[in-house]
């Protein structure tokens, strides 16, 4: 089946470094890619959802000056994390659609960031 | 998209089936009933999904009553592995997938 992966799986940084992290659809193409965020013992939260080329579009009380997201094409997507605090510790997800939204969804397997 | 209730836990003994079920009075007529389930500490995986026909894979059942304001999932011999949350959630074109708190299954031995 289709997969979707993630890099780094889990990175560990100091407080006000910039981390990215990758999302990528490794045998079907992702024409929207969307981002989550899940901290502990909560559900998903969607942060942003973007789609090959263009800007995305960020949820509401999502900085989009601090979570950078490039889809540069359509296997790839980025979530860049700048000047990190601890409250951004979390578990990143991302979900990659390759079609119509109807279609089965793929979720990353996750990216844990630690902000010491 | 419609909001889903879901009770949140439920568990069952090993081998049997456990009936999940979900409550979305408020669903659309062009609104799908997705079910995922997270393990710890991993991503959600996807299950199944519907409209209005109840639906069978290697995974799961999904029934949707007539109304479509409600939905049950049946995994028909649980594992220990089946342990996770599951999510019913209810979307249309937007696809955005918003995640309630689910229902987590505990499968006892």
């Known amino acids: 089946g289709a997969v979707v992966s993630q890099h780094p799986s889990w990175v560990i940084c100091k407080s006000g470094t910039s981390v990215k992290i990758e999302c990528r659809s490794l045998d079907f193409q992702a024409t929207t890619m969307f981002w989550y965020r899940q901290f502990p013992k909560q559900s998903l939260m969607l942060m942003a959802t973007?789609?090959?080329?263009?800007?995305?579009?960020?949820e509401q009380g999502v900085e989009k000056d601090k979570f950078l997201i490039n889809h540069a094409s359509l296997t790839l997507s980025t979530l860049t994390v700048t000047s990190a605090h601890p409250e951004d510790s979390s578990f990143y997800i991302c979900?990659?659609?390759?079609?119509?939204?109807?279609?089965?969804?793929?979720f990353g397997p996750g990216t844990r960031l630690t902000v010491l | 998209d419609a909001k889903t209730t879901q009770p949140p836990s439920m568990d069952c003994a090993e081998g049997r089936a456990a009936n999940l079920p979900c409550n979305h009075s408020t669903i659309s007529g062009n609104e799908y009933v997705y079910w995922y389930r997270q393990i710890h500490s991993q991503g959600p995986q996807y299950i199944i999904h519907g409209l209005k026909n109840n639906e069978t894979n290697e995974m799961a059942s999904l029934i949707i009553t007539e109304d479509r304001k409600s939905s049950t999932l049946i995994l028909p011999h649980a594992t220990l592995r089946d342990t996770a949350v599951y999510y019913c959630i209810v979307t249309g074109a937007n696809s955005k997938l918003t995640f309630g708190k689910g229902i987590t299954l505990s499968v006892r031995p």
């Open positions: 979900r990659a659609q390759q079609g119509a939204s109807t279609d089965t969804q793929y």
């Open positions: 973007s789609n090959e080329g263009s800007k995305a579009t960020y």
